[in-house]
């Protein structure tokens, strides 16, 4: 059963810091096989997942199976080395999907 308001941060060590110092619930991994590992654990627990940047890319493919069911929300965040704009792009495109247009950048 999903609690309300249930958020989870995957990433490495260094990125996932700031998160756990807010109260999220936090995953460590050092690589994109122990990132789908948890995701497969975690996934029906929580409902917003964030993902760093570093593994979503990789992950796209696995990641479309949660597009299906409402929760969880997994979204890409950039990394405590900065942003790849990955996740800015995939935020983008489920806007455009939801909507049929682009209401946030206006390109």
Known sequence: MINEGKLAMVGDGDSITVFKAAGVATFAVDSETQARDIL??????????FLVEEFAKPLKEFLKRFDEQPYPVILSVP????????????????????LGVDILFNN
Request: aromatic share 6%.
């Open 79 to 98: 990394s405590k080395k900065g942003s790849t704009g990955y996740g800015t792009e995939q935020l983008k495109s489920a806007m455009e999907r939801a």
């Open 40 to 49: 497969r654990r975690i996934g029906k627990d929580y409902q917003v997942i």
